[in-house]
């Protein structure tokens, strides 16, 4: 008769005995196989499978405590210091029984092994539901493991919380690391706009909402606005350039869109990005109302009454002469167009408030090596990590 227990770590034979088994049929083991409630040995073999399972539960959760001391030991293990709550440590036990269900296969130098933990980490946080496929990819796995896998997501409701949590704490360092780059004394004035904190943003669109879910860097008006184009139902427009009122071409920093309404209303956040040491002046404001004045004049756009427009100028400071002429921030507002001056501080803090009943609950605090692990995972290939690490001198 077959056990039927998942217990790919463990080779066994398991014996129920009792003298009441000697006249055992046929139709018996038939039943007894299909664990048929009415019948003795049915019940027998249903409660004999319950017992081995929770026997090798108990034994797979010792091997396991074994394999992460001696993770933590080898310095391999991803997580460090004692959890920050209940939701991360349920994390980390069932990160535990994920890694150990795949111990075989972390081979290789500390440095590798260390990677591979890394990204069995990231897999649970990011994409639960997908995990097993990742991780066949990564250490091709066996049918009896591919299978507990499967049974682990589908068993275990908190891998969609770990996955929310995730992205709450990576949001909540993002911000941390913003901070530091654009508000620390040698960051603000060593920062790049293109090729640092454009490239950053891209990935971060939530910062200027979480309904905006596409974006375009660094393009000419022209091309942005021939990218609405398409969207214009029922008219045919033609490609040809926009121009500022001056004459010449722009270029946006950002683009973002969104869809709301099902469907019928579009909306586009033009975002112009200055270097944190600029102080927004009106030569500043004068640059984002031409790019809005080019956009709702235009023969093409200006009769589309199903899309608005946004234009945000975002720096560190404001002069007082803008201050003073547009206290509240907004430049114009209508039902077409908003045109709004705004820090980055007030940005941040308008995140930070969104996210904090999440960061309350989770008990969460960023600090300055998340936010360089953060930057080293998510923005690496916009260089900044050097820019959040102190300078010898500073520490002295």
């Given at each position: 008769?077959?056990?039927?227990?998942q217990?790919?770590?463990?080779?066994?034979?398991?014996?129920?005995?009792?003298?009441?088994?000697?006249?055992?049929?046929?139709?018996?083991?038939?039943?007894?196989?299909?664990?048929?409630?009415?019948?003795?040995?049915?019940?027998?073999?249903?409660?004999?499978?319950?017992?081995?399972?929770?026997?090798?539960?108990?034994?797979?959760?010792?091997?396991?405590?074994?394999l992460?001391?001696?993770?933590?030991?080898?310095?391999?293990?991803?997580?460090?210091?004692?959890?920050?709550?209940?939701?991360?440590?349920?994390?980390?036990?069932?990160?535990?029984?994920?890694?150990?269900?795949?111990?075989?296969?972390?081979?290789?130098?500390?440095?590798?092994?260390?990677?591979?933990?890394?990204?069995?980490?990231?897999?649970?946080?990011?994409?639960?539901?997908?995990?097993?496929?990742?991780?066949?990819?990564?250490?091709g796995?066996?049918?009896?493991?591919?299978?507990?896998?499967?049974?682990?997501?589908?068993?275990?409701?908190?891998?969609?919380?770990?996955a929310?949590?995730?992205?709450t704490?990576?949001?909540?360092?993002?911000?941390?690391?913003?901070r530091?780059?654009?508000?620390e004394?040698?960051?603000?004035?060593?920062?790049?706009?293109?090729?640092?904190?454009?490239?950053?943003?891209?990935?971060?669109?939530?910062?200027?909402?979480?309904?905006?879910?596409?974006?375009?860097s660094?393009?000419?008006?022209t091309?942005?606005?021939?990218?609405?184009?398409?969207r214009?139902?029922?008219?045919?427009?033609?490609?040809?350039?926009?121009?500022?009122?001056?004459?010449?071409?722009?270029?946006?920093?950002?683009?973002?869109?969104?869809?709301?309404?099902?469907?019928?209303?579009?909306?586009?956040l033009?975002?112009?990005?200055?270097?944190?040491?600029?102080?927004?002046?009106?030569?500043?404001?004068a640059?984002?109302?031409?790019?809005?004045?080019?956009?709702?004049?235009?023969?093409?756009?200006?009769?589309?009454?199903?899309?608005?427009?946004?234009f945000?100028?975002?720096?560190?400071?404001?002069?007082?002469?803008?201050?003073?002429?547009?206290?509240?921030?907004?430049?114009?507002?209508?039902?077409?167009?908003?045109?709004r001056?705004?820090?980055?501080?007030?940005?941040i803090?308008?995140?930070?408030?969104?996210?904090?009943?999440?960061?309350?609950?989770?008990?969460?605090?960023?600090?300055q090596?998340?936010s360089?692990?953060?930057?080293?995972?998510?923005?690496?290939?916009?260089?900044?990590?050097t820019?959040?690490?102190?300078?010898?001198?500073?520490s002295?």
């Amino acid at each position: 008769m077959l056990a039927q227990i998942q217990a790919p770590d463990f080779h066994f034979t398991a014996h129920v005995l009792w003298d009441r088994f000697a006249n055992l049929t046929d139709h018996d083991l038939l039943e007894g196989e299909f664990e048929h409630a009415d019948s003795l040995l049915g019940a027998t073999v249903k409660a004999a499978r319950t017992r081995l399972r929770s026997y090798f539960r108990d034994q797979e959760r010792e091997l396991t405590r074994k394999l992460v001391k001696q993770w933590i030991d080898e310095g391999v293990y991803p997580y460090s210091g004692e959890p920050a709550g209940p939701v991360e440590v349920a994390e980390r036990e069932t990160f535990n029984e994920v890694a150990g269900l795949v111990s075989r296969q972390l081979k290789g130098p500390r440095g590798a092994r260390r990677t591979q933990m890394v990204l069995l980490r990231e897999a649970l946080r990011r994409q639960p539901a997908a995990m097993p496929k990742v991780l066949d990819e990564l250490f091709g796995l066996s049918a009896p493991q591919k299978e507990r896998l499967e049974d682990l997501v589908d068993r275990t409701p908190l891998a969609n919380l770990i996955a929310a949590n995730a992205e709450t704490v990576d949001r909540i360092d993002a911000l941390n690391t913003l901070r530091t780059l654009l508000f620390e004394f040698d960051s603000r004035y060593t920062l790049r706009e293109k090729d640092q904190l454009h490239r950053m943003l891209e990935k971060e669109l939530w910062i200027f909402e979480d309904e905006y879910t596409r974006s375009v860097s660094e393009i000419g008006l022209t091309n942005a606005l021939n990218r609405h184009v398409p969207r214009l139902e029922g008219r045919t427009v033609p490609q040809q350039r926009v121009q500022l009122h001056h004459g010449t071409s722009g270029r946006l920093d950002l683009l973002l869109s969104a869809v709301s309404g099902a469907g019928k209303t579009r909306q586009h956040l033009v975002v112009e990005l200055k270097r944190p040491r600029t102080v927004l002046s009106e030569a500043e404001v004068a640059q984002i109302n031409s790019y809005a004045f080019a956009v709702l004049t235009d023969e093409r756009y200006r009769h589309d009454e199903q899309t608005r427009w946004e234009f945000w100028l975002v720096g560190n400071s404001i002069s007082e002469e803008v201050q003073w002429q547009h206290p509240d921030g907004y430049v114009k507002k209508d039902e077409r167009v908003t045109i709004r001056i705004i820090t980055w501080g007030a940005v941040i803090d308008a995140c930070e408030e969104r996210l904090r009943k999440q960061q309350e609950r989770l008990n969460y605090a960023s600090d300055q090596t998340r936010s360089i692990d953060y930057a080293q995972r998510v923005h690496g290939d916009a260089d900044v990590v050097t820019l959040l690490t102190p300078r010898a001198d500073d520490s002295a």
